[in-house]
């Protein structure tokens, strides 16, 4: 079965300091994964993705991730965390696996990030 | 980039009510669109897959009857919640896939909150 899983429900940093978000996914075929932040009563944006090559991804906003296939991780990090990285952060895995439709994407139930001044 | 439109962003009505959403791709076409629903804190749930020209493809235990998907062209597909109840009250998104060639993005509208009362 498809399905992600972000362990962390929350997650509180202070200003200036490293953040990990983690993400495990399950995957029939080979994945296609994503990580969105979502800010209040907004839709989702597009932090990176990654689909074939290098397994080290960078995204907008100081963000990278690193694809592990081995550990069928995709986790999340920034180096310096800014008090607007605050939000949702969402894993999401999607693909060409049978039965699925083409663009479909299964989605972690996300991270609250919280960041301290 | 891309762009996804949701109309209207806030909605209000009676229980009893129907009301439609609209979702549109602004500058690609998009011959599938998907709708989410999703819960304060929580994940995004997906609803249905929105195909252009075909019948909406719904998730287990979504009601066909109850949230109306059509997609009428290759830019605009419509939710209609039919019949509202307050536990229809939601926060709705929906999401449109672009191909670049060797990979895709999924673009998401901006949500629209709807209050049944």
């Known amino acids: 079965a498809q399905s992600v899983t972000q362990p962390d429900i929350h997650i509180t940093v202070s200003e200036g300091a490293s953040l990990e978000l983690r993400c495990n996914y399950s995957y029939g075929a080979t994945p296609y994964l994503f990580w969105y932040v979502q800010s209040p009563g907004q839709g989702l944006q597009l932090l990176l993705k990654y689909f074939s090559g290098d397994t080290l991804v960078q995204g907008i906003k100081g963000f990278e991730a690193e694809f592990k296939r081995s550990q069928s991780s995709f986790n999340l990090r920034k180096p310096s965390v800014h008090w607007s990285d605050a939000a949702e952060y969402f894993c999401a895995v999607g693909g060409v696996d049978r039965g699925s439709t083409l663009g479909r994407l299964y989605f972690g139930r996300g991270t609250q990030l919280t960041v301290w001044p | ?117």
Not at chain 2, 19 to 24: A, D
Not at chain 2, 54 to 81: R, W
């Open chain 2, 1 to 117: 980039g891309a762009v996804v439109s949701q109309h209207p962003s806030r909605v209000i009505c009676k229980s009893g009510t129907s009301v439609k959403i609209e979702c549109r791709s602004l500058d690609f076409q998009a011959t599938t669109m998907f709708w989410y629903r999703q819960f304060p804190k929580q994940s995004l749930m997906l609803m249905a897959t929105s195909n252009e020209g075909s019948k909406a493809t719904y998730e287990q235990g979504v009601e066909k009857d109850k949230f109306l998907i059509n997609h009428a062209s290759l830019t605009l597909s419509t939710l209609t919640v039919t019949s509202a109840h307050p536990e229809d009250s939601s926060f709705y998104i929906c999401s449109a896939p672009r191909w670049d060639g060797s990979s895709y993005e999924q673009y998401f509208g901006p949500g629209t909150r709807l209050t049944v009362t």
